[in-house]
């Protein structure tokens, strides 16, 4: 009988104290009341957003689905740290054990508020799209992905400090080894000052076909902070340091508004003055009189020089067109009209050829 008391006795001591100064019926209500809120939880992920998405969807302006979106997981955290918050203060602790669960308290709401200022960031990024006169897509896009950082650095020494780590030493340190980095790291940083400079100067953006004599000619894909991705092609896919961009000429083939032609028209030596001026005047005739070409952007159209076995026409000319395949056809066109000018004019194209005069004796 008296083992029974004995142990009644360690059981009840056992219950009351429970866990940090906390009965056990304390510790199994407040997980009761966690677990109502996890419930509570699911709810809102499968009711609330489910009719926010919805109802989001119905407009036609992105900004309210992305910011529906970019806000749920914070919905369903907010829960738990409701749930958490409530059933600690249900249950009575030792002074060290409140310390400590206050402590995780303020922790899960500065998770949670910057939680939420970090996904608020996103939907920022379809605001500033409204400048798109004074920065690139590429740009915006850097400075959502700079503020999402910054937000997470903030956030982690917010939630140190609750902890008693001083984040100061840490930034000393971080700063002695920051310049450790920065020496043997100089390509990385030219790298990601040249991409700065590409994309506040807007010398191309994502869709670009650029062209950089003797290193590269294709299709910007990416531009990232160190390097940009550029799709050659035959498909091929290069990773160009961003420096080159900087340190070299860019030629922003899709700018081009007006294609150049330039062409040498070789006409035979034995072509007469009359038939010189007459293939010479209709070439120039055609150009200014057809819509394929810009003739404000300037038409040339002149006997150029006398080479080894031709007389050379200058054709200079601008198509109207901005496309590169369009621009093929306007030359097709010429290249086709220029032949039957000659030929109806009686010349004949030259080719190279030398004369062999043999001395008789």
């Not at 749920?72 to 738990?80: Q, V």
């Not at 249900?90 to 910057?114: A, C, K, P, Q």
């Amino acid at each position: 009988m008296e083992i029974i008391n004995n142990f009644s006795d360690i059981f009840l001591s056992v219950w009351k104290k429970g866990i940090l100064g906390v009965d056990i019926f304390q510790i199994l209500i407040g997980i009761g009341i966690f677990f109502i809120f996890l419930i509570f939880r699911g709810l809102i992920s499968k009711l609330i957003i489910k009719k926010l998405e919805i109802i989001s969807k119905r407009t036609s302006n992105k900004l309210d689905d992305t910011f529906v979106h970019s806000l749920e997981g914070p919905a369903r955290f907010l829960p738990i740290v409701l749930g958490f918050f409530i059933a600690s203060y249900y249950m009575t602790f030792s002074s060290d054990g409140r310390e400590i669960v206050d402590t995780i308290n303020r922790t899960l709401i500065t998770i949670l508020i910057f939680w939420v200022i970090h996904q608020i960031i996103e939907p920022i990024s379809y605001i500033l799209s409204g400048l798109d006169k004074l920065l690139t897509r590429e740009l915006i896009g850097w400075i959502i992905k700079s503020l999402k950082i910054l937000i997470f650095i903030l956030g982690l020494a917010a939630v140190l400090e609750l902890w008693g780590i001083k984040i100061g030493p840490i930034i000393a340190g971080l700063g002695l080894f920051g310049v450790a980095v920065a020496l043997g790291a100089q390509d990385l940083f030219k790298n990601l000052i040249s991409g700065i400079l590409v994309l506040v100067e807007k010398r191309f953006k994502i869709g670009d076909w650029i062209a950089v004599e003797g290193i590269i000619e294709g299709t910007v894909e990416n531009i990232g902070f160190r390097s940009t991705s550029i799709r050659k092609f035959d498909k091929s896919l290069a990773i160009i340091p961003n420096f080159q961009f900087a340190e070299n000429a860019v030629v922003n083939v899709s700018e081009t508004s007006n294609w150049r032609i330039r062409w040498i028209i070789t006409l035979q030596y034995d072509s007469t003055i009359e038939q010189l001026k007459k293939v010479r005047e209709e070439i120039e005739s055609y150009i200014n009189s057809s819509d394929d070409y810009n003739q404000s952007a300037g038409v040339a159209v002149r006997i150029e020089k006398f080479s080894d076995s031709s007389i050379d026409i200058l054709v200079r000319c601008f198509t109207n067109s901005n496309s590169w395949s369009n621009s093929l056809e306007v030359k097709e066109r010429l290249a086709i009209e220029i032949k039957q000018i000659v030929e109806k004019n009686g010349a004949s194209f030259a080719f190279p050829s030398q004369s062999i005069y043999i001395e008789k004796k």
